[in-house]
Every structure is written in C-alpha cells, then in structure tokens.
C-alpha cells in the first residue's frame, strides 16, 4: 500500500525515489531511468505533485490574508528580484513550458524557494496529509 499516491500500482519505495528526483529538480526523462517507470507515468506524477504544491501555496496564501499577514502572494505580487531570477533559471531548463502549466511551474518555482532545505521533507509531510 502506498501512503502518499492512493490506488497506485508504483510502490511506495518507488513513489519515493520519484519524489525524491522531483525533490532533487531531476528531469522526468533522468527520473524514469533511474526508477524504472515510464517517462509518460513519472510527468504524470510530476504533474500531480505541481497541482498538489500550487493548491498548497494558494492555501497558504488565503491563510496569511485571513489573518492580517503582510505575507503577499509570491510570484506575480511581490516577487522580488531573488525570486525572479531563481524562477527564471529554473524555467531554462525546461527549454518551454505549456500555457497549461506556466501556473503550476510558477509555484513550484515559489515552492522551491520557500523551502530550499527541506523540500523532499515537507513533500512526504504534504502528501502524507493529502495523498495524491
């Protein structure tokens, strides 16, 4: 049974050596090499993991504005130099992003710079909470 992807056939061992390369920023190409999944199945997860992410930022976002928080809302409000120019790089890689998930990839970006120490850490704690 898989804690963090419910009614997956991928074992749990294996879902987490996937997150752990998502966690790691690893292409989904690299990921299924190394996981044995197929590349189609790993984006998929990828995909999964961004919406799960973006719903978790907006989450944290309305919180903050409840409570009188000054925190503004990352990418497209605030978004100061640092974080732009880690989100730029970040998105070189991709040499181009789908209008569909310009979104997801944005908050991943805010995501990953929020939590750059413990990224892989606070995903299980996420996913444990909220299974995929």
Do not use: C
Not at 9 to 33: G, P, R, V, W
Not at 35 to 50: E, G, M, P, Y
Not at 67 to 84: A, K, M, P, T, V
């Amino acid at each position: 049974m898989n804690r963090y992807f419910r009614f997956s056939k991928i074992s749990e061992k294996t879902f987490k050596e996937i997150l752990q390369n998502f966690a790691e920023d690893q292409t989904a190409t690299d990921t299924a090499n190394w996981t044995d999944v197929s590349v189609r199945s790993v984006n998929a997860i990828f995909l999964r993991i961004r919406e799960r992410i973006a719903t978790s930022q907006e989450n944290r976002h309305r919180d903050a504005k409840r409570l009188g928080s000054d925190y503004e809302i990352g990418w497209w409000g605030d978004f100061d130099d640092e974080r732009y120019i880690f989100h730029l790089d970040r998105m070189k890689k991709f040499h181009g992003i789908s209008e569909r998930t310009v979104y997801l990839h944005a908050r991943e970006s805010e995501f990953r710079y929020d939590h750059q120490s413990d990224i892989y850490e606070y995903l299980l704690l996420l996913l444990r909470k909220d299974p995929l």
